[in-house]
């Protein structure tokens, strides 16, 4: 019954890092995605091919 505790304590923790990464992540992916925007359209103000 113990060793049951342990791996379901160890399961959730897991889940927990998970989506404490993961939400992490989701913002980082937001900014990634604002600078390529702004990348693009400062080529594009430039007069050079954005892509």
Known sequence: MGNLLYLIAVIL???WVIG??????????????????????????QGRNPL
């Not at 939400?23 to 990634?32: A, E, F, K, Q």
């Open 20 to 45: 404490f990464v993961g939400y992490n992540l989701g913002g980082l992916i937001h900014i990634l995605l604002v600078i390529a925007l702004i990348a693009i359209l400062l080529r594009i103000i």
């Open 13 to 15: 923790i897991i889940f």
